[in-house]
């Protein structure tokens, strides 16, 4: 089964705070994703990378900065954050992006409250 | 570009009722196509997929879903529901194939009454 651990599963910051939003996978999967959950919206992809040092930028990205450090680990910053961007957060892998490796391994999310 | 849509936000039906869940596409190309289910507080689990061949396939717990190219539908449907597949349902399109660029739609909530 596949792994992907999500780090913290609750956060409450200020507007203008600082927050850092940690992934963990242990698929071996190369490819990495954040999204964001709201109400209305569905998912929507703000970054994504296919390797460590890589990065891609989603359909959402503004705001958002994403470093992927190694295979396994891939963070999602919140430099200065603001309350648009309280929603929940997903992050998943994927072996590939195409056939049987294009599907999507989830995390279980970190809610996210910006006051 | 690619969409997707989920016209029902809520479908309600009594345990042991059989149910369908739609979505429909829009894409003139080839086309991946997924459904994915999320238990309340939960990530999302894959169900199924669907890129070539046979228009039916088959998921886990009893989902299966059927591609129609001329109705441009993906539909889930389970014959016969239990309390535990209670969640939201999510369809997702590539035109790719690739996860990168999977568009999900807003998603149906199924609700099981006992």
């Known amino acids: 089964e596949a792994a992907v651990t999500q780090s913290p599963r609750n956060k409450v910051t200020v507007t203008g705070g600082n927050v850092t939003l940690s992934c963990r996978q242990t698929?071996?999967?190369?490819?990495m994703y954040w999204y964001r959950q709201d109400t209305g919206h569905g998912l929507r992809l703000i970054h994504y990378?296919?390797?460590?040092?890589?990065?891609q930028i989603g359909d959402v990205p503004d705001g958002y900065k994403a470093t992927r450090t190694t295979q396994e680990d891939f963070f999602l910053l919140l430099e200065l954050a603001s309350p648009s961007q309280t929603s929940l957060y997903f992050c998943?892998?994927?072996?590939?992006?195409?056939?049987?490796?294009?599907?999507?391994?989830f995390g279980a999310g970190t809610r996210l409250s910006v006051l | 570009t690619q969409t997707v849509s989920q016209s029902d936000a809520h479908v309600t039906v009594f345990e042991g009722d059989s149910v369908e869940l739609r979505c429909n596409y829009s894409?003139?190309?080839?086309?991946?196509l997924s459904w994915y289910i999320q238990h309340h507080g939960r990530g999302l689990q894959f169900l199924l997929k669907?890129?070539?061949?046979?228009?039916v396939v088959q998921g886990v717990n009893g989902f299966e879903a059927e591609f129609s190219k001329s109705d441009s539908s993906f539909h889930l449907r389970k014959a016969s529901v239990h309390w535990s597949d209670s969640a939201v349902y999510f369809c997702?399109?590539?035109?790719?194939?690739?996860?990168?660029?999977?568009?999900f739609g807003k998603g149906t909530q199924l609700i099981i009454q006992p």
């Open positions: 998943a892998s994927s072996g590939g992006t195409g056939g049987p490796q294009n599907t999507l391994y």
């Open positions: 997702a399109v590539s035109s790719t194939g690739g996860a990168d660029r999977l568009t």
């Open positions: 990378s296919y390797g460590a040092g890589n990065l």
């Open positions: 894409y003139g190309g080839s086309i991946y």
């Open positions: 669907y890129y070539s061949g046979n228009p």
């Open positions: 698929n071996s999967h190369n490819y």
